[in-house]
């Protein structure tokens, strides 16, 4: 009876601690990391003034968890779709496709992930970097270096083309409409990476 106690009492703290992390986003998405409120975020999940620090020791201990669950969630959704796929250009098209997915149907999220990005803190800045590593890796690994090794693509510093690419995507990320859609399409803004990606101009990427 204890352990079932513990499991439903761990239960409701994990459902508590999401709330939380959901209004967070919300409330950074608005109003960014230095206009958000504590007090707001505590009210928007439905509990008292305050409560965020039982969860929480502060604004930016709550920052830096939201970054890390979102980047989670968001390396996952991409991976889940894409790794499948043997093909560079089309693991490349997947990411875009996948991503952009995520993003409008997490707009809130997307939105504190690319303004951060783009923000003065550093130190939380760093956080974000260091989140989204395992895509980072895998973006290098799978699509750019094995493009190279299949002679898809030219002979790229590694690391260069991987940050393109991702500067391409936050950006991408970024032109979301009213309604939380991106205007962009995924597959011609792949293409346009693949452009700069392929060996050879006249190589029709057959995506």
Known sequence: MARLSKAVRDTALAESRQRLLDAAANEFASEGYAGANINRISLAAGFAKGTVYNYFPSKRDLMLALIDVVA???????????????????????????????????????????????????????????????????????????????GDFQMLDTNLATALTMTVYLGSCSQLDSKGKIWLDPSQVAHFVLDGLCARTDSPNKI
Do not use: M
């Open 72 to 150: 989670c969630a968001h390396t996952e959704a991409v991976l889940q779709q894409v790794e499948s796929e043997q093909d560079p250009a089309r693991r490349l098209e997947g990411f875009f496709r996948a991503g952009f997915a995520f993003v409008e149907q997490h707009s809130a999220q997307a939105r504190v992930i690319v303004n951060t990005v783009y923000g003065p803190d550093a130190e939380i800045r760093e956080r974000v970097y260091k989140a989204y590593e395992r895509l980072f890796t895998w973006i290098a690994k799978d699509i750019v270096e094995a493009g190279i090794a299949r």
